[in-house]
């Protein structure tokens, strides 16, 4: 697997840390703490996710892939992904 | 019909004609006491102990697919009980006193060996852990021996002892782990619950579930129809959250793949299981003569039962790495299978919120083990409302109230466990 990383371009999947789902948000209060920490949607389809480019420009980026083809349709820089 | 050496001898001589079907292949009826979601190991254990030691027969086992078919077929057939946390030290014992005596229960050949699971250690720091975790399993009666690097050598001499960077300095040895032919685990439970009433219904998959107003759970919807249910039991570990969803339910659990392999057959070199966790590796030799060897998930969410090259080069290295001699064997097969990681790496047997619906899931990677007990616990829980003693600490709500079962210690990152 290869991920278009936007800053380097296409990198093999190795050069990168997973960190999962892009969508819980740090909640500003313990409410929700326990949802943000541990439920998830774990979806069988296009998933917003995080990855580190470690080995790389070290920017996090968020990729849109299919965790049932792991096709990839999107990629940006997380600091400009807009939610 | 009961399975025999006499058995065995009369149908020798008369052309093997006379076997009957092993389980019954059942049509769904309109409803049931108890609707089991998932036709792998753990729910037709779980359907088996309903019916034997609980006497609730009126029950359907539905699988989307054929039986086994999913982690039932896909895991490297280990059991072993060698865990150091309370919650699952008596939990995985008594699955293995299950795999003890299971042969005899079922009367089913489940080639259950008792070949010995070693883990191998590497420096001071990771031998006084394994000391600590086998002197935890000893505690609770499980058979635990701490080898040096002179043990080790006589049973496996064709490990790279003097790695440079991962010296092997002994290990921690059950000898009753070991091994058990997997689909012959999910045959035995099926045959045996199927003969004392039990209806195993294939090619059925959950499309939703029979809700009333109040949002009791009252049955499923299935390809093959709707099926009233007083209560709904899911095992279906890879896809607990697509399920929960249908209800509604959000779990702490993320669906990884998992990775194995097996090269040629061999002659027998590998007597038991040997594990080589600081480098992701750890394999065993099939009864037929294959290595079975795996390792590391491929760390990112996934649906897809086949893995990525990455995972299989790190594994490959890490057998290069303790055991050079693997190099000259060819791998024949490679496959994956989803597994549920749950956030503690530990499993999840209990009720969930929803009145009739009960959750089994959260198996990480070590799913095949507990399946006696598994089953067990979720039928007593199916069948009383009560948590099984050794599953008590598996409670779905562990995460809200700081109660996690983190064997690894890696926190709420699944797929690190």
């Known amino acids: 697997m290869r991920l278009p990383c936007p800053y380097c371009g296409q ?73 | 019909m009961r399975f025999s050496i006499f058995g065995l001898v009369a149908n020798a001589f008369s052309g093997h004609g006379r076997w009957q079907r092993t389980w019954r292949d059942a049509v769904p009826r309109d409803a049931y006491d108890v609707v089991i979601v998932g036709g792998g190991g753990h729910g037709l254990a779980t359907a088996y102990y309903l019916a034997k030691v609980h006497g609730i027969t009126n029950v359907a086992v539905i699988e989307k697919s054929w039986i086994g078919g999913g982690n039932a077929g896909r895991n490297t057939t280990i059991i072993r009980s060698n865990y150091g946390l309370e919650g699952n030290t008596a939990f995985y014992e008594r699955s293995m006193k299950l795999w003890e005596g299971l042969e005899q229960d079922l009367n089913y050949n489940a080639m259950v060996s008792q070949r010995g699971v070693l883990n191998l250690y590497h420096s001071d720091g990771q031998r006084d852990a394994f000391a600590r975790r086998g002197n935890a399993m000893r505690l609770h009666g499980v058979d635990a021996e701490l080898l040096d ?14 790695n440079a960077r991962f010296p092997v300095m002994g290990g921690l040895l059950q000898r ?38 109040d949002g009791t759970v009252v049955g499923v919807e299935t390809t093959r129809g709707s099926i009233r249910a007083k209560k709904v039991g899911v095992a279906v570990a890879g896809n607990s959250s697509r399920v929960a969803a249908m209800a509604g339910l959000r779990l702490p659990i993320e669906s990884h793949v998992l990775q194995a392999f097996v090269s040629e057959a061999l ?22 003569g294959g290595l079975v060897f795996g390792g590391d998930i491929d760390g990112y969410n996934s649906y897809a039962s086949r893995g990525n090259l990455p995972t299989v080069e790190d594994v490959c290295e890490g057998g290069m790495a303790i055991m050079p001699m693997i190099g000259r064997a060819r791998l024949l097969r490679s496959w994956g299978g989803i597994v549920d990681m749950s956030m503690d790496g530990s ?71």
Not at chain 1, 39 to 45: I, K, S, T, W, Y
């Open chain 2, 176 to 213: 009753r782990g070991g091994t058990a032919r997997h689909d012959a685990v999910v045959w035995g439970y099926a045959r045996a619950a199927s003969d004392l009433g039990v209806d195993i219904i294939q090619n059925c998959e959950l499309t939703g579930f029979m809700r009333t107003a």
């Open chain 2, 347 to 417: 499993p999840i047997i209990d009720r969930s919120p929803i009145e009739g619906l009960y959750l089994n899931a959260g198996w990480c990677y070590g799913g095949f083990k507990a399946t006696p007990a598994s089953g067990l616990a979720f039928a007593h829980l199916l069948a009383t409302d009560r948590p099984e003693e050794t599953a008590v600490a598996y409670r779905l709500d562990r995460f809200a109230t700081g109660r996690i079962i983190d064997e690894k210690g890696q926190g709420a990152q699944p797929n690190l466990h």
């Open chain 2, 267 to 288: 002659k027998p070199i590998i007597p038991g299981v040997i594990t080589f966790g600081a480098g992701h590796f750890y394999i065993s030799q099939s009864d037929k």
């Open chain 1, 11 to 83: 990198r093999d999947s190795r050069e990168f840390v997973y960190r999962g789902d892009a969508a819980p948000t740090r909640p500003s209060s313990e409410e929700g703490m326990y949802d943000y920490v541990y439920l998830r949607d774990n979806v069988p389809g296009p998933m917003r996710e995080h990855w580190y480019h470690a080995q790389g420009c070290r920017n996090w980026i968020t990729v849109t892939r299919d965790t049932r083809t792991h096709r990839i349709s999107a990629a940006v820089l997380a600091r400009e992904d807009s939610r």
């Open chain 2, 149 to 162: 690097t002179a043990h080790v050598r006589n049973m496996a001499p064709y490990l790279n002892f003097d």
